[in-house]
């Protein structure tokens, strides 16, 4: 295992962080390409790209707080559920889509608001803080 700084380089490491990418990738192509697109077009495209997004916030937190990154991505399972439920036909698209987006969109603020939180404790970071200053 090779390491820089204070960050593991192992192969099996490098390949488990594009595990989400590629899961990602795959329901994006399903549900971009699919009649979602047509009938629920803002709601698919705001899913998929902020799915990146909260991926991207991920990976960059990792990195600065020196944490191991792995398969497990909880970000991602609002857009799997809704194309494997698109793609099979389980359950009404006009009920899926909203229900998935508002599930994306709680786990997506949840994750905003614990990162500025870790940012500020861990990292001692003073930029988030937003209470009055004492002198």
């Keep these: 295992m090779e390491k820089r700084g204070n960050k593991n380089l192992d192969r099996g490491s490098y390949v488990m962080r594009y595990i989400p990418v590629f899961i990602i990738g795959v329901c994006a192509?399903?549900?971009?390409?699919?009649?979602?697109?047509?009938e629920y077009p803002l709601y698919?495209?705001?899913?998929v790209g902020l799915t990146y997004s909260f991926l991207s916030i991920r990976?960059?937190?990792s990195h600065l707080c020196r944490r191991r990154l792995g398969y497990s991505f909880g970000g991602m399972y609002p857009l799997c559920v809704l194309a494997v439920c698109h793609s099979f036909n389980l359950v009404r698209d006009?009920?899926?889509v909203p229900?998935?987006?508002?599930?994306?969109?709680i786990l997506y603020v949840s994750f905003v608001i614990t990162t500025i939180n870790q940012i500020?404790?861990?990292?001692?970071?003073r930029a988030f803080h937003v209470t009055a200053k004492t002198e």
């Design 120 to 125: 500020k404790e861990h990292l001692h970071i």
């Design 94 to 96: 006009a009920v899926t």
């Design 44 to 47: 698919v495209i705001f899913l």
């Design 99 to 105: 229900v998935c987006f508002c599930v994306f969109m």
């Design 59 to 61: 990976v960059n937190v």
């Design 29 to 38: 192509v399903i549900v971009l390409r699919s009649s979602l697109m047509v």
